[in-house]
C-alpha cells in the first residue's frame, strides 16, 4: 500500500555541476518551472474562450506530433548489396522494388505516422504532419518539407519517395500546399519570413510538378492519371496496376490533385515574386496550366466526345478508362474521387493582382484571346466576386450545388462522423463490370473493406 515516486533526467551533468540531480527539492522544482513554461507556451498558441477539456485534446495533440520523431536510416546502395560483415544478399533483392532508388540516402530525425506501426516516413502524411508541427516548431516542419525535396531523397528525374514499402508510388502532390501553410503559419505567429525557406522549395517543386506532367498525363491532355494516391479500396480495380480492360484509366482525383498543385504553386510565385519579379512569369505559367486542366477535366474536346470527367445526368465527377480517340468509358462510382475536384480553389484579390503588372497583363491577354475556355466560366475569371475579387476553381456555381447536395446528403456521404469515403448510394446501388470472364466491383461496406484489393483491409469508409 505504498507509494514511491522515481525521478529521472537525462542530462550530461553529473551531480558536481547539477545539485538537482541528488536534491529532491530542487528536483521538482525545476519540474514545477519546465511545467510553466510549457503552460505558458500552450497558452500563447490557443487562447480565447475554448474549453479546458478542448485545450487538454490540443496540447495532447501536439505533444503527440513531437512525440513521434525518430530517427530513420535507409540508405538504399547498402540495402542492396548488404553488409560486408555478413553473409551476401540474395540477388534476386537488386531486382525488386526501390531497385531505381540507388541514391537514396535517409539518415535524419523524421515525422513518423506512428513509431510503433508506421515507422517509416511517408511524403503526403509527413506535408500533413507539417502543418501542426509548424505552431510548435517551425524550425523542424520545414526541415522535413526541405529534406524530402533534396537530392538524396527526391529522385533526379523529380519525384518524390513516397514510403519505404514502394518509393515509386504516387502520393497525391500536397507538397506545395504544405510548404506554403507552414511558411504562412511561421509568419503569423512568429514574425519570421522565410522567403529563404520558400524559394527554396519552390524550385525543387518546379522539378517535381514538370516530372507529373511528363509522367502521369500519357495523352499530353491535361488529364492525369497516378494509381492509388491514397484511396483504398474506392474503385472496381487496383488503380495502381495496369487495368484488365486495357487503355489508360483517367482520373478525377489525379488530375484534380494537379490543379490543387498548380493553384499552390501560383499562390508561391507570388508571394517570392514581391521580391523578386522574375515569379511573376512563373506565376503567369501556372495560371494557364491550372485553366487548361479544368477545362480539360470538366469540358468534352472536340475531338473526343466521351472525354469529360464530368457526368451531367449524375452531377458528379468520375473516373473514365480512355481506349483512343472516340472511345472512353467513365466508371460511374461516387467516391471521394470526385469531391476531391473541390480542393482545387484560389482567390485573387484585387491588390495581389495590380501589384504585379506583368502577371496581370498576361492574365487579362488569356481571358480575351481565349474566350472559348473563359465563356465556359470553368474557372470564374471573368466574373468579379466581392472587392472585385477573381476566383479560380475547377467547378462551376452549377455545379459546386450538384456535387454539395450529394456530399450533405446522410443516404449519399455525410455520416455521423464526417465525410464517407464511398457513398452510401452503392449498398443498394453496387457498381459492377465484367471483364474477360472476372467480375470487378464496388460495394459499399460501413467498416473494414472486404476486398483486399489494395492495402489490405486498410479502408477509410
Not at 485534446?57 to 513521434?68: D, H, N, P
Not at 492509388?228 to 489508360?248: C, H, K, M, Q, Y
Not at 452510401?424 to 463490370?433: A, C, E, G, T, V
Request: with cysteine.
Amino acid at each position: 500500500g505504498g507509494v514511491v515516486v522515481v525521478r529521472l533526467k537525462l542530462t550530461p551533468n553529473t551531480p558536481d555541476t547539477d545539485a538537482s540531480i541528488n536534491d529532491e527539492e530542487l528536483f521538482d522544482d525545476s519540474i514545477d518551472e519546465r511545467r510553466r513554461e510549457a503552460d505558458e507556451f500552450y497558452g500563447r498558441l490557443l487562447g480565447g474562450s475554448v474549453t479546458d477539456d478542448l485545450k487538454a485534446i490540443y496540447r495532447q495533440a501536439l505533444g503527440g506530433m513531437l512525440w513521434t520523431k525518430q530517427y530513420y536510416k535507409f540508405i538504399q546502395d547498402e540495402w542492396l548489396n548488404g553488409d560486408p560483415a555478413q553473409p551476401a544478399p540474395p540477388p534476386e533483392r537488386k531486382w525488386i522494388r526501390n531497385k531505381e532508388w540507388r541514391h537514396l540516402h535517409c539518415a535524419d530525425i523524421l515525422s513518423m505516422p506512428d513509431k510503433w506501426e508506421y515507422p517509416f516516413f511517408a511524403a503526403w502524411d509527413t506535408a500533413f504532419h507539417c502543418i501542426p508541427l509548424a505552431m510548435v516548431d517551425p524550425a523542424f516542419a520545414k526541415k522535413q518539407l526541405d529534406l524530402l525535396t533534396r537530392e538524396w531523397y527526391m529522385k533526379p528525374d523529380g519525384q518524390i519517395p513516397a514510403y519505404e514499402w514502394n518509393f515509386s508510388d504516387v502520393n497525391p502532390p500536397v507538397h506545395a500546399w504544405a510548404t506554403f501553410r507552414v511558411f504562412k503559419i511561421e509568419r503569423k505567429l512568429y514574425g519570421k519570413e522565410d522567403l529563404e525557406f520558400l524559394e527554396r522549395v519552390f524550385q525543387k517543386l518546379l522539378l517535381n510538378f514538370t516530372w507529373w506532367v511528363n509522367r502521369k498525363d500519357a495523352g499530353g491532355n491535361n488529364v492525369f492519371e497516378g494509381g492509388f494516391l491514397g484511396l483504398d479500396n474506392i474503385g472496381a480495380f487496383n488503380r495502381s496496376e495496369p487495368l484488365p480492360t486495357g487503355g489508360v484509366l483517367r482520373q478525377a482525383d489525379g488530375t484534380a490533385w494537379m490543379a490543387f498543385f498548380c493553384v499552390n504553386m501560383l499562390n508561391m510565385a507570388l508571394e517570392l515574386a514581391k521580391h523578386n519579379p522574375t515569379y511573376e512569369d512563373i506565376a503567369s505559367k501556372f495560371f494557364e496550366h491550372f485553366i487548361f486542366i479544368a477545362d480539360a477535366m470538366s469540358y468534352r474536346g472536340s475531338g473526343d466526345e466521351t472525354l469529360s470527367l464530368w457526368n451531367e445526368e449524375d452531377g458528379m465527377y468520375y473516373d473514365a478508362i480512355h481506349w483512343g480517340p472516340g472511345h472512353s468509358q467513365q466508371l460511374p462510382i461516387r467516391s471521394l474521387v470526385g469531391l476531391i475536384p473541390l480542393y482545387a480553389t484560389l482567390t485573387l484579390e484585387p491588390s495581389v493582382i495590380n501589384r504585379f503588372p506583368g502577371f496581370k497583363k498576361r492574365m487579362e491577354w488569356f481571358i480575351e484571346n481565349r474566350p472559348g475556355l473563359v465563356q465556359r466560366n470553368v474557372a470564374n475569371m471573368k466574373a468579379g466576386g466581392k472587392g472585385q475579387r477573381r476566383l479560380l476553381a475547377l467547378v462551376s456555381k452549377e455545379r459546386l450545388v450538384r456535387i454539395l447536395e450529394k456530399m450533405l446528403d446522410e443516404q449519399e456521404f455525410l455520416s455521423d462522423y464526417g465525410i464517407r469515403s464511398l457513398s452510401l448510394y452503392h449498398k443498394k446501388h453496387p457498381y459492377n463490370i465484367h471483364v474477360n470472364g472476372q467480375d470487378f466491383g464496388v460495394e459499399y461496406w460501413p467498416g473494414d473493406s472486404k476486398s483486399g484489393m489494395f492495402g489490405g483491409n486498410s479502408n477509410w469508409r
